[in-house]
């Protein structure tokens, strides 16, 4: 019974950790001839945004790969403008307001996956790499929580998830972003509240569209 219950949150921890963020930035060559103002998004704009994900788990040595749909929306809190506008390195940062997704298993029905309130996560962040405003370095950090129908308790994950991307090449909307898990970083640690039941998130890829 634990087995079953596992690969079915697997599925919607799967779907949670496959957030995603998109922004109203500036994403063409000709935008650095514009406005300075024009290069950031507004700080206090909401951007939201769909995606998809595919989550590898572990429980007691058994491995599930799960594929799901995601969404998510976030905050602009601040934006420091590529050059020419300033000499410092350009940045965005956002602050997650609530994502959520819904998966189904034909044997325990539907999961749904949230962030969880209670722990507020490390702002998602846009960086330049180079002088101009293309390549950026992305991350997304998070919480997640699943509860399953049928399965008593909540999964709660014990650290927070973050996803990077080296080679961001554009956003307004992000097309076919793919971000991940850092190489050699740990397994993520999934607890049910109630059993004490665990499971471990070992690969993560996070696709925007």
Same mark, same amino acid.
């Given at each position: 019974?634990?087995?079953?219950?596992?690969?079915?949150?697997?599925?919607?921890?799967? #779907?949670?950790?496959?957030?995603?963020?998109?922004?109203?930035?500036?994403?063409?060559?000709?935008?650095?001839?514009?406005?300075?103002?024009?290069?950031?998004?507004?700080?206090?704009?909401? +951007?939201?945004?769909?995606?998809? !994900?595919? $989550?590898?788990?572990?429980?007691?040595?058994?491995?599930? &790969?799960?594929?799901?749909?995601?969404?998510?929306?976030?905050?602009?809190?601040?934006?420091? @403008? @590529?050059?020419?506008? &300033?000499?410092?390195?350009?940045?965005?940062?956002? $602050?997650?307001?609530?994502?959520?997704?819904? #998966?189904?298993?034909?044997?325990? %029905?539907? +999961?749904?996956? /949230?962030?969880?309130? /209670?722990?507020?996560?490390? @702002?998602?962040?846009?960086? %330049? +790499?180079?002088?101009?405003?293309?390549?950026?370095?992305?991350?997304? !950090?998070?919480?997640?929580?699943?509860?399953?129908?049928?399965?008593?308790?909540?999964? /709660?994950?014990?650290?927070?998830?973050?996803?990077?991307?080296?080679?961001?090449?554009?956003?307004? @909307?992000?097309?076919?972003?793919?971000?991940? /898990?850092?190489?050699?970083?740990?397994?993520?640690?999934?607890?049910?509240?109630? &059993?004490?039941?665990?499971?471990?998130?070992?690969?993560?890829?996070?696709?925007?569209?």
């Amino acid at each position: 019974m634990i087995s079953k219950s596992i690969k079915t949150y697997l599925a919607a921890a799967g #779907a949670t950790l496959g957030f995603a963020i998109a922004g109203s930035f500036a994403s063409s060559p000709a935008a650095l001839a514009q406005n300075c103002q024009e290069m950031c998004p507004t700080v206090g704009q909401q +951007i939201c945004c769909p995606g998809s !994900s595919q $989550a590898d788990f572990e429980h007691m040595g058994s491995q599930l &790969t799960v594929v799901a749909t995601t969404n998510g929306c976030f905050l602009v809190t601040s934006c420091i @403008p @590529p050059p020419p506008c &300033t000499a410092q390195p350009w940045q965005v940062t956002l $602050a997650l307001q609530q994502f959520d997704g819904i #998966a189904h298993d034909p044997n325990l %029905g539907t +999961i749904h996956w /949230r962030n969880d309130p /209670r722990r507020p996560a490390s @702002p998602a962040t846009l960086r %330049g +790499i180079d002088k101009g405003q293309f390549p950026a370095y992305g991350t997304i !950090s998070f919480f997640a929580i699943a509860e399953i129908d049928g399965v008593p308790g909540v999964y /709660r994950s014990r650290e927070e998830v973050r996803l990077v991307n080296e080679r961001v090449q554009s956003f307004n @909307p992000f097309v076919n972003e793919l971000y991940h /898990r850092e190489q050699g970083a740990p397994p993520i640690s999934f607890i049910n509240d109630q &059993t004490g039941d665990e499971i471990l998130l070992n690969d993560l890829t996070s696709l925007l569209n």
